[in-house]
């Protein structure tokens, strides 16, 4: 009876020393791999961050600093060069940008929100198609649309006025929200929901004091998501927001200023006030992200974690 004993002890001892192996090997593997992959996003920052730098350093230099050496530093470390991009009309088409996007951004957010829960949590004829037709509006290329969408705007008399721009940014951003807040609100608990209506809540009351609150990590990532797109946005405001006569006044973009303040500034080779300007545009942009990029994490990770 000895001898079965002793083969059975053996073989955890084999499976132990089979599996020692195989856990060093795993561990070399995950230890290269995070090399690599910490590598790679240490190269990826730098390809980010050196333009950025090089952007700003640029500001304070002088015509014949930037047409010399680019890794240069600058001798005069003066901030009268922002005041000159923005007595140039950088100030203007910053005030127009910010005027643009406190109404376009909330009411995206708003009108995307209400039809992203209406799809997820009610069911009815045509749900899936309404789903796609929205989803099928981020595949389809602004630039296709864009003779229709001049007369469209013209006939209703909205060219370089605030409130068309305003309108066409807010379509431009549905689908995308749409479908970002279809899936979050999907992920948020039914019993919530259902506690609510046994309550005697409202559809309204429902959405407003129950399941938006819960969808707020989304509601920031996608905010955040349509506040870049549109403060970026060139070709949409390019078409839309030109004179229309003579006495029209100018109401152009941050991203329309900064080609009229480029050919300003070829004529009178003042390349500083090109980079001040670029950079002024980009600031808002880097303190907003960097400002709540936990709660775009937070956003995106939260409907995988549920």
Same mark, same amino acid.
């Given at each position: ?130 789903? @796609? +037709?929205? =989803?099928?509006?981020? $595949?389809?290329?602004?630039? #296709?649309?864009? &003779?229709?969408? %001049? ?55 429902? @959405? +407003?004091? =129950?399941?938006?609150? $819960?969808?707020?990590?989304? #509601?920031?990532? &996608?905010?955040? %998501? ?81």
């Amino acid at each position: 009876m000895s001898a079965p004993i002793k083969e059975t002890a053996a073989v955890p001892a084999q499976r132990a020393t089979g599996t020692a192996p195989a856990r060093d090997s795993e561990r070399s593997e995950g230890v290269v791999l995070n090399v690599f992959s910490h590598g790679f996003l240490a190269l990826w920052a730098l390809l980010i961050v050196l333009p950025l730098l090089w952007l700003v350093l640029s500001s304070f230099k002088t015509d014949a600093q930037i047409g010399g050496s680019a890794f240069g530093w600058p001798q005069n470390w003066s901030l009268d060069v922002f005041g000159r991009a923005w007595d140039k009309g950088i100030g203007d088409y910053f005030l127009n940008t910010v005027i643009v996007l406190v109404f376009s951004v909330p009411l995206t957010m708003l009108l995307g929100s209400m039809a992203a829960y209406v799809l997820a949590r009610y069911q009815f004829w045509g749900n899936r198609f309404l789903y @796609f +037709f929205f =989803v099928a509006g981020a $595949m389809f290329p602004v630039f #296709l649309a864009l &003779v229709p969408l %001049f007369f469209m705007v013209k006939r209703l008399d909205m060219l370089n006025t605030y409130q068309g721009l305003i309108l066409v940014y807010v379509a431009y951003s549905m689908p995308f929200t749409v479908f970002f807040m279809h899936a979050f609100f999907r992920t948020l608990p039914t019993a919530v929901f259902e506690a609510a209506v046994l309550d005697g809540a409202s559809h309204t009351r429902t @959405f +407003f004091q =129950v399941m938006l609150p $819960m969808a707020k990590p989304g #509601l920031i990532s &996608v905010g955040i %998501f349509n506040t870049l797109g549109q403060w970026n946005q060139f070709i949409l405001p390019t078409v839309l927001m030109q004179p229309q006569s003579g006495d029209d006044p100018e109401r152009y973009v941050l991203t329309q200023g900064l080609i009229q303040l480029q050919q300003q500034t070829g004529y009178a080779s003042d390349l500083p006030v090109l980079f001040a300007g670029v950079t002024i545009a980009m600031i808002p942009m880097l303190v907003v992200y960097l400002s709540f990029q936990r709660q775009v994490q937070a956003g995106l990770t939260s409907a995988t974690l549920k």
